[in-house]
């Protein structure tokens, strides 16, 4: 019997691949909206201030509160995407994101707690989509295939973070009212739940690896990830730059503010000048974490691959995400240093600070699902969110403004604020040498950890088939060696 035609035996193929592209861009456009929905806050945050008369405390309070209910929603989020639907998970997370933030901008003027709350509940729901869907992602690729969509994946950091900070202060310029700012992402939002509907489908936990996986309790889980020193190292060494990255965002357009008001002698800074501050900070943002994101999957999928003239190795991620954290160091602290006189200066070395910082974001998770067996990665996912939140942007400004507010005392002038601050930051670059320690110290392990995920999963390893090849090619020519002799 003749084989079919090759463009019959191409059609399923061509109909699997195009099916992952769509579950790529409906999990892409959805974190995309996640984090634009973080920053929007931040992009109206004055207006806000004078709606409500809010004070800096209680406006610091609003990304508490969102932080403090992410952190209470993404264990249980976890728990719940290593045992039960998460497709179902992802939607009804989404649903609830979509209410609590439309109904948030229709809360009125003596109602700040109400808003408060809803920006806590809003946390919840992105808490339900962050820890599942790299997940998802780790069950439909594996290896080179799985950096690469996770590369993409983790676009949505730098691009809906600057996306959320420009979109929330031009929208409300737009249509005249923070209100609009808020309540554009919500109406995407409901695009965002029709893709996930439509186009994803719960994959088989290990799928990708052919892996073997068996149910735990949630004792077992914690106890197994406690075992994986990789993990532990790499939590570590992630919630460092998370802390780095929340200060910064929070506190360097303030910091280039007291900069510009000094250089111009000015004891108040114009608000066009402080529009235009907040935009290029939101560029470099969203431009450095695209760089950042796609040279560091890159490189370190070119290393592990020994592409480029790079000797392979297997411990090229953690490496990379090493030397990321080290080269931001110097210039953060450059940044901060020149930024008193040299503006321009200031904005090129904090450029390439967030770029080096951002190395990480997708090489790091990529790392955790391959030494994570597979019914446990959400669970995973999600404390490593918990741990990163909690010590990271949670605190960081908290920590950087106290700092700021001992050294400054009871002066009130720009100069006394802007050394201040910078001072205070000064830590957020330390803190990045402390990222890169513990990432070198997960090289050491990393292989090790892999292995052992495999070997628990029963599932294909390419890097012991490697490892394997190298030694029968040793053997054979020993022997031959031994022959000629």
């Known amino acids: 019997m003749d084989d079919p035609p090759i463009e019959l035996q191409e059609r399923p193929r061509n109909r699997a691949f195009m099916k992952k592209v769509l579950i790529v861009v409906a999990l892409l456009f959805v974190n995309l909206l996640n984090y634009m929905d973080r920053f929007t806050i931040a992009g109206v945050l004055s207006q806000l201030q004078d709606y409500f008369t809010m004070n800096d405390k209680e406006a610091g309070m609003l990304q508490t509160v969102f932080i403090i209910f992410y952190m209470i929603g993404a264990p249980i989020c976890g728990y719940l995407g290593d045992r039960y639907n998460r497709k179902m998970i992802m939607v009804t997370g989404l649903s609830i994101w979509i209410i609590a933030v439309f109904s948030s901008s229709f809360v009125t003027k003596n109602h700040f707690w109400v808003f ?43 691009v809906g973070s600057g996306l959320g900070y420009i979109g929330g202060a031009y929208v409300s310029l737009w249509f005249g009212g923070w209100q609009w700012g808020v309540r554009f992402t919500p109406i995407l939002g409901v695009l965002c739940l029709i893709l996930l509907i439509v186009f994803i489908e719960e994959p088989t936990r290990g799928a990708s690896e052919h892996a073997h996986v068996e149910s735990s309790s949630i004792r077992q889980d914690l106890a197994y990830l406690w075992s994986i020193k990789t993990y532990r190292l790499n939590t570590v060494a992630f919630t460092c730059v998370v802390f780095a990255v929340g200060a910064l965002s929070w506190w360097a357009p303030t910091l ?11 004891p108040d800074v114009p608000p066009s000048e402080k529009a235009n501050i907040s935009l290029i900070f939101g560029l470099i943002t969203c431009f450095a974490g695209i760089v950042g994101v796609v040279v560091g999957s890159t490189v370190a999928q070119a290393w592990r691959e020994g592409r480029w003239g790079l000797k392979a190795t297997h411990t090229a991620d953690p490496i990379v995400c090493a030397v990321g954290s080290l080269l931001a160091m110097p210039c953060l602290y450059t940044c901060l240093i020149t930024a008193a006189h040299h503006i321009n200066t200031a904005w090129v070395l904090m450029f390439i600070g967030v770029t080096c910082m951002c190395l990480n974001w997708s090489v790091n998770m990529d790392m955790l699902m391959y030494t994570v067996v597979a019914n446990r990665r959400a669970t995973a996912t999600a404390i490593q969110t918990l741990i990163s939140h909690l010590f990271g942007d949670a605190s960081s400004p908290y920590v950087i403004g106290n700092i700021s507010d001992m050294l400054r005392g009871d002066a009130t002038t720009q100069i006394d604020a802007f050394f201040a601050l910078q001072k205070a930051l000064f830590l957020t670059a330390f803190v990045l040498i402390g990222s890169g320690a513990f990432y070198l110290w ?28 190298d030694v029968e090619t040793l053997i054979h020519n020993v022997r031959r060696s031994s022959t000629e002799d």
Request: with cysteine.
């Open 116 to 158: 408060l709350f809803l920006r806590g509940i809003v946390g919840i729901g992105e808490a339900s989509y962050s820890t599942v869907a790299p997940t998802l992602i780790a069950d439909i690729f594996a290896g080179a295939d799985r950096s690469t969509v996770l590369m993409i994946f983790y676009f949505a950091v730098p």
């Open 256 to 266: 280039i503010t007291h900069a510009y008001a000094i250089q111009h002698g000015e």
């Open 442 to 469: 997960a090289s050491f392990h990393v292989v090790e950890d892999h292995c052992n995920a495999k070997r628990a999963m029963g599932a294909t390893d390419e890097w012991v088939d490697e490892e394997a090849d």
